[in-house]
């Protein structure tokens, strides 16, 4: 993979990329490959899309939402009510300790993040 070889790329020396940096670039891929699946997904029926967002980004901020929309080049007028759902739809904040409201997982391993890595260069390079 060519984000996580970047480091020593033209180096005589051939190491593996820093721990931190490896962990930044497949936190900030991992991200941009589900807001691709988000843009990529039909928004009819926009609950739904709705949902798939929330679950997919666990992003509760309108204007993130908002820019999605915008790349899937829906007008403002069909924005609106798109927006009024996700508000709706939006989890409802939790009492106690935990205030973050999301759940829990298992941190995927090595593998499957340069998997999945591979799997949106793929894509990226069909569509271009």
């Given at each position: 993979m060519v984000l996580l070889e970047l480091p020593s790329i033209g180096s005589q020396v051939v190491?593996?990329?820093?721990?931190?940096?490896?962990?930044?670039?497949?936190?900030?891929?991992?991200?941009a490959e589900m807001i691709l699946k988000v843009v990529m997904a039909p928004h009819e029926p926009p609950v739904v899309f709705a949902d798939n967002y929330i679950k997919l980004l666990a992003d509760c901020n309108t204007d993130t939402f908002q820019k999605v929309l915008d790349m899937k080049g829906l007008k403002r007028s069909e924005q609106s009510g798109m927006l009024e759902i996700f508000r709706q739809r939006l989890p409802a904040p939790l009492s106690g300790t935990d205030t973050t409201g999301s759940v829990s997982q298992a941190a995927?391993?090595?593998?499957?993040?340069?998997?999945?890595?591979?799997?949106?260069?793929?894509l990226i390079k069909k569509r271009l």
């Open positions: 190491r593996t990329a820093p721990a931190s940096y490896t962990k930044i670039v497949v936190k900030g891929m991992t991200r995927p391993t090595p593998e499957q993040e340069s998997s999945r890595i591979r799997k949106l260069e793929k």
